[in-house]
């Protein structure tokens, strides 16, 4: 007999039915249907005096590509997809590349200086093992990023998110002031921004200053989220230097 306790057993990954190429990885899927294709009357609210200043071709594609991705993303969160897998999914993807992370960081010499050597002689491979390591912990970042966005936007029955418009309406400023050839205040731009979303019938605030202070807020959001993963960045670089 003996008194040590059963071990708990780690729940097993879900089997994929067919082998993964790396091709495919990227690949949507069934289901809600991403479409880049500027509609039609978009096109046409371009007011002359903007198309003679503005990289036509490279702007109505990054628009068309914009407004698909808030279609698609508007189409999950009302209800065409389940958001609750999709979220737990994205939590067991962050959790299994913690887990590979963690590992990563306590290899044995042995091990570590052989993957150094592999990684300076092989032609294919360009980054050192450290950098490459990095980038893993920052899909890990991303990933739970991804999880947080799910919550926020996806999780609320009964209630549409205007977080994704109001991302659709910092997106779509800043593509008018990145594609213009001449240089336009932010002001010109939003008020460009809301003719064009008006006519592609993205529900928005009326007033154009309530445009401007959500497009600010996205503004605050995003450098509070760059300043956050420069710092983890350069704490996890540190940390490697540290350890090697």
Request: charged letters at 25%; aromatic letters at 4%; hydrophobic letters at 45%.
């Amino acid at each position: 007999m003996t008194d040590k306790k059963p071990r708990k057993r780690t729940k097993a990954l879900p089997a994929f039915s067919a082998p993964l190429t790396p091709g495919a990885i990227w690949n949507y899927g069934p289901g809600v249907v991403y479409d880049p294709t500027l509609p039609e009357p978009v096109l046409a609210a371009i007011p002359p005096e903007w198309a003679a200043v503005l990289d036509m071709p490279a702007f109505t594609a990054a628009l068309g590509v914009a407004l698909g991705h808030y279609r698609y993303y508007t189409a999950l969160a009302g209800g065409g997809l389940s958001a609750k897998p999709a979220r737990d999914a994205t939590l067991q993807a962050a959790t299994t590349l913690q887990d590979a992370f963690a590992r990563l960081h306590q290899l044995p010499p042995l091990s570590k200086s052989l993957l150094d050597l592999r990684a300076r002689t092989a032609p294919e491979n360009a980054r050192s093992m450290l950098d490459r390591v990095l980038a893993l912990d920052t899909v890990l970042m991303d990933l739970q990023w991804a999880a947080a966005e799910i919550d926020a936007h996806f999780m609320q029955p009964g209630r549409k998110s205007s977080g994704l418009r109001d991302v659709l309406l910092t997106d779509v400023r800043d593509l008018i002031l990145a594609h213009a050839q001449e240089k336009k205040t932010k002001l010109e731009a939003t008020k460009l921004t809301q003719r064009l979303l008006r006519a592609a019938r993205v529900p928005m605030p009326a007033k154009l200053d309530e445009i401007q202070r959500r497009i600010r807020a996205v503004e605050h959001k995003r450098r509070a989220e760059e300043e956050e993963l420069r710092g983890t960045i350069d704490r996890m670089a540190s940390r490697g230097k540290n350890s090697a």
